[in-house]
């Protein structure tokens, strides 16, 4: 009896694990759709400064940084929609910014993942290698084509940690260092939450209680005749 006692204890505090998939494609930051100036506007130049977004999501607040909103940008014809990009060291190639633009571009979530995937569109005009990786060690790479000969792949991995950035690593070399000018878009990632403190459903829990009991009677009757 006291084995199947010592069971029951675990079943109360057995773990129990939960999946949780979800995607980020910005089009609920640009609610009113294209701007002319500010976030969610088409040009670098109109864009303003870096905008560090707080996103919710099914497990929690996402936030991404480095980058800005744009909505139907100019000159990016493989994705009219919302998406959120950077660039840099970029003046000689006609990309004007504002403060802020950073490479890579930083991803922080709430829950360790298990894995992600995101769009990376390449607004250079020369073909540019990308690195997505976690800070775990986990990554993967591509070379993108430039922005007008189809410029978007989505790169993905098995992702174990918390925080994933999109890196250009290399890109026309210009004075001041080498450019950078990319964007993001459909943010997908799968997380598993494990819950220690579950408790059978009432159902289980009493039946297995009147075993017990039935048990504990069968062997007090069993000890009177003896």
Avoid at 59 to 66: D, L, P, R, S
Avoid at 92 to 116: K, R
Avoid at 173 to 198: A, Q
Wanted: proline letters at 5%; charged letters at 10%.
């Amino acid at each position: 009896m006291s084995k199947l006692i010592a069971q029951f204890a675990l079943l109360l505090v057995a773990g129990t694990t939960a999946a949780f998939a979800d995607t980020i494609n910005f089009e609920a930051q640009c609610p009113s759709g294209p701007q002319s100036t500010g976030p969610c506007s088409g040009l670098f130049s109109t864009v303003g400064n870096e905008e560090t977004l707080s996103i919710p999501t099914s497990i929690g607040t996402v936030t991404i940084e480095g980058g800005a909103l744009f909505d139907d940008i100019s000159y990016l014809p493989v994705d009219p929609t919302a998406v959120y990009g950077t660039a840099g060291n970029a003046s000689g190639i006609g990309v004007t910014t504002g403060s802020g633009f950073t490479n890579p571009i930083t991803i922080t979530f709430p829950s360790v993942l298990t894995s992600f995937s995101v769009d990376v569109l390449n607004g250079n005009t020369q073909s540019v290698t990308y690195e997505v990786a976690d800070n775990l060690g986990n990554s993967a790479s591509s070379v993108l084509a430039p922005n007008f000969s189809g410029g978007l792949q989505s790169i993905g991995f098995a992702a174990t940690g918390t925080v994933v950035t999109i890196d250009a690593t290399t890109g026309q070399s210009t004075p001041s260092g080498m450019t950078w000018d990319f964007l993001i878009d459909n943010i997908e990632f799968t997380t598993r939450s494990t819950t220690t403190t579950s408790t059978p459903e009432p159902s289980s829990a009493l039946l297995f209680t009147a075993g017990l009991l039935a048990l504990g009677l069968s062997r007090r009757r069993r000890a009177l005749r003896i």
